[in-house]
């Protein structure tokens, strides 16, 4: 009896700990951060459109059902003046009172989705994990697309002129103590 009461316990014992060992997990995580290059900035970001936007995307099949993934994109489009492109022939002197300076024209530095904000709020209709993996790939690059489309049709680049005249102007002005007139290439 004791001996049947000893094995039971050691059954139990070993039950639960081999439970234990396989729903227990372990996550490693091995890091090597190389840096592959070094770049000179010289742009000036002017203006920063904070966007949000709602995105579906459904393919549809004759047999099987639609696939369809609904993803809430939260990011950022920005507009910058590159300095570096100013050379010194497009800074004129008028005479001993005013200066024309050209600058290049504003330009998209960067679309950039927030992954921390943004969600995939929905995936169906997918069989397969790398089907589901592929669609929620083309739902970010949409998103950033649409991101980039709506900062155009908003006139960011316009907002970007605008505010580099009104931050130059008053700056140059006070450097040199003479009328400033802004021009874009």
């Not at 489309?149 to 960011?156: K, R």
């Amino acid at each position: 009896m004791l001996v049947a009461l000893v094995i039971t316990g050691f059954l139990v014992f070993l039950f639960f700990y081999i439970k234990h060992q396989f729903t227990t997990t372990r996550t490693e995580v091995s890091e090597d951060v190389m840096v592959s290059r070094i770049v000179s900035m010289g742009k000036l970001e002017l203006v920063k459109y904070a966007m949000k936007d709602v995105v579906e995307k459904k393919e549809l099949h004759i047999i099987l059902p639609d696939s369809r993934v609904l993803f809430v994109a939260v990011g950022e489009v920005t507009a910058c003046i590159d300095l570096t492109k100013v050379k010194k022939a497009d800074i004129v002197q008028h005479g001993q009172d005013s200066v024309s300076v050209t600058l290049p024209k504003p330009e998209i530095c960067y679309v950039k989705l927030d992954h921390q904000k943004s969600r995939v709020y929905d995936v169906s209709g997918v069989w397969f994990p790398n089907k589901a993996k592929t669609m929620v790939e083309d739902v970010y690059k949409i998103a950033e697309k649409k991101m980039l489309t709506t900062a155009g049709q908003m006139n960011l680049l316009g907002r970007a002129q605008k505010n580099a005249s009104l931050i130059f102007q008053p700056f140059l002005e006070n450097v040199s103590n003479k009328k400033v007139v802004i021009q874009f290439k």
